[in-house]
């Protein structure tokens, strides 16, 4: 998973014509490093979508314009628009998160 590490980065990527999967973090997020635990399995199965992580601490900005209430949190953009978003609630087995993209991704 390829960090992102600016805002011009980011906007960047999301202007991709097809999806690309962005996992918000931080590095003192417990639900994050239990993510980090499952996540590569996850990212083998989908590996036809490119992959990003943002540290929100690092990267201001942007979780607020995105509506990133609770980390780790999923979002998928596309064409620069956020196509889907999976809240930290929603995240916590790698299930939620397969469910997530079945869905999406379908």
Request: proline share 4%.
């Amino acid at each position: 998973m390829e960090a992102i590490q600016t805002a011009d980065q980011f906007n960047e990527i999301i202007q991709s014509d097809k999806p690309v999967i962005i996992k918000f973090y931080a590095d003192w997020c417990p639900d994050c490093k239990r993510m980090d635990m499952f996540i590569g399995e996850i990212i083998e199965q989908y590996n036809n979508y490119d992959w990003y992580q943002l540290n929100s601490d690092e990267v201001q900005g942007l979780a607020e314009k995105y509506d990133v209430m609770g980390i780790p949190s999923l979002l998928i953009f596309q064409n620069g628009e956020k196509l889907a978003h999976r809240h930290s609630a929603y995240t916590k087995t790698p299930d939620d998160v397969l469910e997530f993209l079945q869905e999406e991704l379908a």
